[in-house]
């Protein structure tokens, strides 16, 4: 009875404390370095005061309170989730999945899986397009790259059809079979070894696979009788650069290229150096275009400089005012494009080595304007990152008619993989964009993007219920 009573009395104490116990001093801490971090490198700083007219003081002294009342661990990280949930920026989180160090005296085994499977390339379900599959007036158009760009037509009255074309992401690593094929055009074995360099090769080619049958595509279309080109973007998350050739196949339009902000960070010192070694490569081989090379030295030169800036904005969340005399964004030197908004098909061969610093969408192979059709793009409230830069840029270029619920807000991300921050005390990892993309009007892109025709999704629709909406508006538009 003794030994019962004991093992309640344990069980009881167990029940009321903790295992340990929470080191409040040291999450807020971690709070405090998250506080630091963004005051030095979150390029949303500013649109958070003057587009979403947050009080950053009120809003620390919040979440101070709450790390304070935590009970757990669970609780102090969720009061530093919700605080940057606060922000309402796609592109701001942290990892708290903290993997443990590996014993420095063990040697780390050789990964013998595929060079694709290495390289991070895998397919995925798409749980997010829109299911026309149930309505009567659909067919699906099924060839040998629908795999890769799922699509179809349908049928809005006598005349119009709409060709259905679906981008899951903008991510070539979304298609291991396109890697596969990359991977025998450039001799790579499977159990190679790849670098980076390697690795961007490898994307580059699979890349280039991709537009190709993104094109093909575009033309099975039309040939289905398709009078309206209408992409699916609901749910896609975003993904790469190839977001820029990808734009370009879709319509004949001239596309401008976002202006882009960047931060005073060395992160950006770094980069931009990098494009001017580039181009000083190129300028030393007497290489052409020369006098777009000379511009382009100067135009970074003075970007990198102004990369090397200091700013601080630390007082932003104690001062009441919140309005610092200095900005931590560069602007009105380069474009998301590079250092042009715009240039033709082939303007800059890949022998170049500047060539993608200049103009990124070059770093591809694309027809611009292999579509001809009228485009429409299909939007929602998880359309994000690399495809708002899409759908921003065709609206802002008057090239698609854009329809659905407004975008996510995430803009523009992380640039070279971007800045990471370890958390002193818990070891997370905190992530922030450290890039601002500018609508024509000055506007930031993590605001989102309003469709030119809404439709009204709810939250509860299903997929099926979403594609009947967007049949009907795309009807009121054919009228």
């Known amino acids: 009875m003794k030994a019962r009573a004991a093992a309640a009395l344990l069980a009881a104490i167990s029940f009321v404390l903790p295992l340990h116990a929470l080191d409040t001093e040291a999450w807020l801490a971690d709070f405090h370095q998250v506080l630091a971090e963004m005051s030095s490198h979150y390029a949303n700083l500013d649109s958070a005061i003057d587009d979403r ?106 005349k119009r059809k709409a060709g259905i074309l679906r981008i899951r992401l903008f991510m070539e690593t979304t298609q291991p079979q396109l890697c596969e094929a990359a991977t025998k055009s450039l001799a ?13 090769s490898v994307q580059l080619a699979a890349g280039d696979l991709m537009t190709a049958a993104l094109e093909r595509r575009v033309e099975a279309l039309r040939r289905a009788g398709a009078t309206t080109l209408t992409v699916d973007l609901t749910g896609n998350g975003g993904g790469s650069n190839w977001v820029q050739p990808a734009a370009r196949v879709l319509t ?78 560069v602007r009105g030197l380069l474009f998301a494009t590079g250092v042009l908004p715009y240039a033709k098909t082939g303007a800059f061969p890949r022998e170049l080595h500047a060539h993608g610093s200049l103009f990124d969408p070059s770093n591809y192979a694309y027809t611009e304007g292999a579509n001809q059709l009228p485009l429409v793009i299909l939007v929602d409230d998880n359309t994000a990152s690399a495809s708002e830069e899409l759908v921003a840029m065709m609206q802002d270029n008057h090239a698609a008619t854009i329809v659905g619920s407004a975008t996510h807000g995430s803009g523009c991300g992380y640039t070279d993989g971007g800045i990471q921050a370890t958390l002193a005390k818990s070891g997370a990892s905190l992530f922030l964009p450290d890039c601002v993309r500018l609508r024509a009007d000055g506007t930031n892109e993590v605001v989102g993007i309003t469709p030119d025709v809404l439709v009204p999704f709810r939250r509860a629709d299903s997929r099926h219920q979403k594609a009947l909406k967007v049949r009907q508006a795309l009807l009121q538009i054919a009228k």
């Open 53 to 158: 007219g947050m009080d950053l003081r009120a809003l620390r002294k919040r979440y101070e309170q709450r790390i304070r009342d935590a009970k757990s661990d669970a609780e102090a990280r969720a009061a530093i989730d919700e605080f940057l949930a606060a922000f309402g920026d796609g592109h701001v989180r942290v990892d708290w999945n903290v993997a443990a160090p590996a014993p420095s005296s063990t040697t780390p085994a050789r990964d013998t899986r595929p060079l694709c499977e290495r390289l991070g390339y895998a397919s995925g379900a798409d749980t997010r397009a829109l299911d026309f599959s149930r309505i009567a007036e659909y067919q699906p158009l099924v060839d040998a790259d629908a795999a890769i760009f799922p699509g179809g037509i349908l049928r809005l009255d006598g």
């Open 188 to 200: 790579l074995a499977n159990d190679a070894e790849c670098d980076g360099n390697c690795a961007w």
């Open 252 to 329: 004949p339009v001239a596309l401008r290229g976002a202006r882009l902000a960047f931060i005073r960070h060395e992160h950006w010192v770094k980069t931009l150096g990098s494009f001017l070694d580039d181009v000083d490569y190129d300028l030393a081989h007497d290489a052409a275009p020369r006098a777009q090379l000379l511009a382009a030295k100067t135009t970074l030169t003075r970007a990198r400089e102004e990369a090397r800036g200091t700013c601080d904005r630390s007082g932003i969340w104690s001062d009441p005012m919140q309005r610092p005399d200095c900005s931590l964004l």
